[in-house]
């Protein structure tokens, strides 16, 4: 099979599994949040953001760095897979045991504290899955990630339902959410065997090689994640569960869909980095059409989402989560910014420039912490939503400030208007059909707007086949 059809054909498999996957993931929530209520959920999000923010620093950026070493010509890639992998392992133990002793400074209840510590296994299958899906992203044959997903959310949804209907305790959810991660991790292991020979290697100087290339990742990636977890943290400390759980309602919407445009992102990134400093003019084609698409995906979110925020609350939690309304249409601000944000990320790393963004993310960060001690005691989630999009919007301008003073390159604009007026009129479509179903005003906004883009040309078939079927050299 021709690279471009390898290409096509994993790009196609990950955006139907993503679908797929997103919806599965839409119904735990919806368990999850009506079986549990609330205050419940609070607890729930409490742990999840606890402990997230623990197994990211466990991350060390490894990802992207084995993702870019085995795309070389000639790698060793079972050599590159098991010494990351090691340190994967060993990172992840040391750091999820510090997150579970750390939680007993915490004001948190001892179910929370419990909670915590079943948990914690669960980030550490993801810490393992994680690092194993470069080896299928450079091969393009991403089926097996997609179907360890599949698989990992429908025994989610398996054990949420099962708890749900016999007085689920938040014990049990979390337990639900580790057998989930374990059906995920087993396939993408067993799967990757028949890719490259997996076993660890405790290489010294090739650990020095991964961790000094990975550091500012590493780092920037801890800075990153005080705006981007801090707030629902802080939140627990300050405010009731109740509010937490509001908050969490809110957010999970946005923790779903980010993860779109970072799945195109990964796909585009190897041919950002073959194409940086060896063909500027691709490079710079690429990575300007890619954002449009970006941009193209963000606003009709944004927009739609204002105004079908209640709606959707209700339809997923029920009518106690109707008040969380207004902190997702803060959020949802942030939620564009991170569409975007996602390329200029990975861009950073393409070129080869971590070290020299870490200041930048190391400014926003104290900024955005800065942010919510303020905030979040005065307005509570109002002050994290706010605080959220300070952070996300920052370190957008930080980050494609950085590639245009690197590189030379910055975002295209054209045809914004173009995309301004398809949002509106797909807005006025939501408003036409606000008295209908939920998901039928969702249905006809996304025919309408789609529609209204290909119509205006705001997506050139060009453009996509250069993105998503690129040259055979690039193999």
């Not at 799945?263 to 990134?269: D, Q």
């Not at 980095?273 to 710079?284: L, N």
């Not at 209640?310 to 991170?338: D, N, Q």
């Amino acid at each position: 099979m021709s690279l471009a059809r390898s290409v096509g054909r994993n790009t196609i498999i990950q955006v139907i599994g993503k679908i797929a996957g997103t919806l599965i993931g839409f119904l735990a929530i919806a368990i999850l949040q009506r079986s549990l209520g609330t205050e419940g959920f609070g607890a729930y999000t409490t742990v999840m953001a606890y402990v997230g923010f623990f197994s990211v620093i466990a991350d060390l950026g490894l990802y992207m760095i084995v993702l870019r070493e085995i795309a070389k010509p000639n790698a060793d890639k079972e050599r590159i897979v098991g010494n990351a992998l090691a340190i994967r392992l060993v990172s992840a133990a040391v750091v999820l045991a510090a997150c579970i002793a750390i939680a007993f400074f915490f004001p948190y209840s001892g179910e929370i504290r419990s909670g915590i510590a079943i948990i914690v296994v669960s980030f550490f299958f993801i810490a393992v899955q994680q690092l194993l899906v470069s080896l299928f992203q450079q091969a393009l044959k991403t089926v097996w990630v997609v179907i360890g997903e599949l698989l990992g959310r429908v025994v989610l949804v398996a054990l949420v339902y099962w708890f749900s209907r016999h007085d689920a305790t938040l014990a049990q959810m979390l337990l639900a959410v580790t057998a989930g991660t374990f059906a995920n991790m087993l396939v993408v292991l067993l799967s990757g065997m028949k890719l490259v020979r997996l076993r660890l290697y405790f290489d010294k100087q090739y650990w020095k090689f991964i961790l000094q290339e990975t550091w500012p990742i590493a780092l920037s990636i801890v800075l990153n994640l005080l705006y981007f977890r801090l707030d629902t943290v802080f939140l627990s400390i300050f405010r009731p569960l109740e509010e937490v759980g509001l908050y969490g309602a809110a957010y999970k919407i946005l923790e779903i869909l980010v993860s779109m445009p970072v799945m195109f992102v990964g796909l585009i990134m190897p041919i950002l980095s073959m194409t940086a400093y060896v063909e500027p003019e691709r490079f710079s084609s690429i990575f300007k059409k890619s954002f449009t698409l970006l941009l193209i995906a963000a606003l009709p979110i944004v927009v739609g989402g204002m105004l079908l925020a209640k709606p959707l609350l209700v339809l997923i939690g029920g009518e106690a989560y109707a008040p969380a309304s207004g902190y997702l249409r803060v959020l949802l601000f942030s939620i564009g910014a991170m569409f975007l944000n996602s390329l200029s990320g990975h861009t950073v790393t393409a070129i080869n420039e971590q070290r020299r963004m870490v200041w930048g993310y190391f400014s926003v960060a104290m900024a955005s912490i800065a942010a919510y001690l303020i905030l979040i005691p005065l307005f509570g989630a109002y002050g994290a939503a706010f605080g959220t999009v300070f952070a996300q919007t920052s370190i957008m301008i930080v980050g494609y400030a950085m590639i245009k003073r690197r590189i030379g390159v910055a975002p295209s604009l054209k045809g914004l208007w173009k995309m301004l007026a398809c949002t509106a009129v797909m807005a006025a479509v939501i408003w036409l059909f606000r008295g209908q179903h939920v998901l039928i005003a969702v249905v006809v906004a996304m025919v309408t707007y789609g529609g209204l883009v290909l119509a205006t040309r705001l997506i050139d078939p060009t453009a996509m086949k250069e993105i998503i079927f690129p040259r055979r050299n690039d193999a």
